[in-house]
């Protein structure tokens, strides 16, 4: 069991899920703000609430690279820390939306489903132009089997595809090591001066 605590208080997991936490948290409280407002929160405009992950991928690599670095940071442990508070931050977002939904305000929930609908019914032309009478039916069914579990999936599946590329230009910018394939590490042999056989 002391293995197991060891292991969750590395620095390299323990900071990365306490930014997640606070990333998962921040979303929420953005959805719980569209909410107040009478502003759909399960619409386009929650997507926006992606800018909080990325804030807190940047905070936590910049804190990780000044305090456990001391300046110094691996493109591994970039995309580790990245990806960490990525999905912690997700699973709470979309747990947290659950729970709301589920206990707190269902309403919310149904007239995201009757929403979809009249958008769907009221594009109804230019869906069946493009994808036939057979597969528009299909997209109309498809509003009825949309679950909050489907939900939980989708928030955690967008949002694993939307961090590809930030995470790899936050990795990217935040990387500073003390040695590079020019200037090998004081411990690893410099191939420029190996002895000629």
Known sequence: MKQLFAFFNHPLLKLPVFFGLLAGVLCFV???VLSSLNIMPLGNKKVLDFGFQ???MVAAVWYYRKNIGHGFL??????TICYVV???G???TAWLIYLFLKYVDPAVFTQYLDE???LIVSTKG???ETLGQKEYLSVLKGVDRITLETLVGDEISKKTVLAILPVLVISLLFRKQDYSLYNPAPDAPNPSKSPKS
């Open 126 to 128: 230019r869906l069946v």
């Open 90 to 92: 997700a699973l709470l």
């Open 30 to 32: 953005y959805f719980l």
């Open 116 to 118: 979809m609908r009249q």
């Open 54 to 56: 990325i804030i807190m």
């Open 74 to 79: 691996h493109l591994w442990e970039a995309l």
């Open 86 to 88: 990525n999905t912690v």
